[in-house]
């Protein structure tokens, strides 16, 4: 039998699904479109734009209703300004916070990050590493930024903070990164470690590990976003409400289907603070 006609398709692409931060959100989309007559399908582009672009022609050519967009995407990208002409619906989050014309949900950065400076400063021991990105989303800017404002308004000296990349948001990447961090810190009996998402904060444990560090005796960790894994590894991280901005962001889109005239809704999240054994 064929789908009732009123039945939708949604396009979700999100950068990369093996981390938990991206699947947390589909959660969240499908708790929500489970009940509302729609489908979804799910792409992750590896944070390629390449792929983000193919995809995003594919699933036009499917004729799917609307997008959930996790991916970066410029504000200017062609893909995004030919969905405007067709006039298919998109909701932006996460790592898209320049375009004025889809509805939005975003998170309060600012506060993320002065969170974690206040955090380190009340906790630190020797000098504060802050593992970072490459190249980084507006989003992870203003997060990033907002911690260096925040350690220097707690009077903590730019000297006193050394700054590490990593290439992608991985576990792996934050393993090599952690071994370069104990081997430049060898000889350091005390070290406090700052990584921009809990991914990389995890691969950085089994660093510390390797190098028979004590967490948090020796080395002091945090992480951002609060998935899944941060509790069972006793992790201190920002707690980014995850599933329900994939609730609302499938709410929205929904919403924007029903009424394609309604006023551009941006809505903005909150963040918190959990502290676990890991900054103890
Ligand atoms: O783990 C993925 C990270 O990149 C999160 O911090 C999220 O906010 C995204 O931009």
Redesign the pocket.
């Known amino acids: 039998t064929r789908l009732a006609t009123q039945q939708r398709t949604i396009g979700v692409l999100v950068?990369?699904i093996q981390?938990?931060?991206?699947g947390n959100l589909f959660r969240g989309i499908q708790d929500y479109i489970y009940n509302e007559a729609i489908d979804a399908i799910l792409v992750s582009t590896d944070s390629d734009q390449r792929k983000a672009h193919r995809y995003l022609e594919h699933l036009i050519q499917r004729s799917v209703d609307g997008f959930i967009i996790?991916t970066?995407l410029d504000s200017q990208d062609p893909l995004l300004q030919k969905l405007q002409r067709m006039h298919i619906p998109y909701v932006l989050l996460?790592?898209n916070e320049g375009d004025e014309v889809g509805d939005q949900i975003i998170?309060n950065?600012q506060q993320g990050g002065h969170l974690v400076a206040e955090h380190l400063a009340a906790v630190k021991q020797g000098p504060i590493i802050l593992v970072v990105p490459q190249q980084q989303?507006s989003?992870?800017q203003t997060?990033i930024a907002a911690v260096r404002a925040g350690l220097a308004q707690h009077q903590i000296p730019a000297a006193a903070i050394y700054d590490y990349q990593v290439a992608d948001?991985t576990k792996l990447a934050g393993t090599a990164v952690g071994k370069q961090i104990m081997a430049d810190f060898a000889g350091v009996s005390a070290l406090t470690i700052w990584a921009?998402?809990?991914?990389?904060a995890i691969g950085i444990t089994k660093a510390i590990q390797q190098a028979h560090k004590q967490i948090p005796a020796t080395v002091k960790l945090m992480g951002?976003?609060d998935?899944d894994y941060a509790e069972y590894l006793n992790l201190t991280t920002i707690h980014?409400p995850i599933t329900t901005m994939g609730h609302k962001a499938a709410e929205l889109l929904k919403e924007r289907l029903e009424d394609p005239t309604r006023l551009r809704q941006v809505i903005i999240n909150d963040v918190k603070l959990i502290q676990r054994g890991s900054t103890k």
Not at 19 to 22: A, E, G
Not at 196 to 200: L, P, R, S, W
């Open positions: 950068p990369q981390n938990p931060f991206f996790a970066q996460d790592q998170v950065e989303s989003n992870i997060r948001l921009v998402d809990d991914e990389v951002y976003d998935t980014q």
